[in-house]
């Protein structure tokens, strides 16, 4: 995530962003290395897909316009893209493996606690973040890895506490699954217990509502 103190921010901006990638790449290569467990086989996929569909336009979070104005390529919208992802055995166990190695890898901490902020949106540079930084970490990698990005969606939720909470939303043709910091099982969308708020439009890098209760203020929670 993004230092919290202008002295941090610095040091971070000296380095430049070839230490990030770094970070990213080594992930990424680790992530791959990773054998999917047995509960997470290409066969137990939903055979009947099941979607959450887009009910209208929603207005972001605040912390996720910040985001897209520091990170503008991990906002943009690229309409040539596939808008679903076609599963095959090869690329479920990318997913697979991605998902469990940034849960294991970073460090779970409320931007409260880390950064001295409500919410704040970034790909934990530092290894550690809350909810939505273990999700764009694993678009991210996901996307170097060849996945359309169009596809892979920045979920609002709330969750089993009541509190807001960020997910990815991944849309294929086994329908809508759910990566979460929470659990490293890769669940159907109406499986996971959560309220589904809004997403990341697939047509701009805008919003879009689920259907779900008010939206919440933040997604702080870790």
Known sequence: MR???SKRRDVATARGRGTRAGFLAAGLALALAAAPAAAQTFAALPSVPSTAEPTGAAKPIAAWVTFCQAYGAECAVDRNEPARISLTPALWSTIVAVNKRVN???????DQDHLGTPDRWDLAEDGIGDCEDFQLLKR???AAAGL???A?????????KGEGHAVLTLITDRGDLVLDNKTSQILPWHRT???FVKRESQDATAWVSLGGVS??????NR
Not at 104 to 110: E, F, G, I, L
Not at 152 to 160: F, L, P
Not at 215 to 220: G, Y
């Open 152 to 160: 892979m969606r920045m979920t609002v939720v709330i969750d089993e």
């Open 215 to 220: 939206s919440p203020v933040t997604t702080a």
């Open 148 to 150: 359309p990005k169009r």
């Open 140 to 142: 991210h990698l996901l």
């Open 3 to 5: 230092f919290a103190v």
């Open 104 to 110: 294991k890898s970073v460090r779970a901490m409320t």
């Open 193 to 195: 217990g959560y309220v």
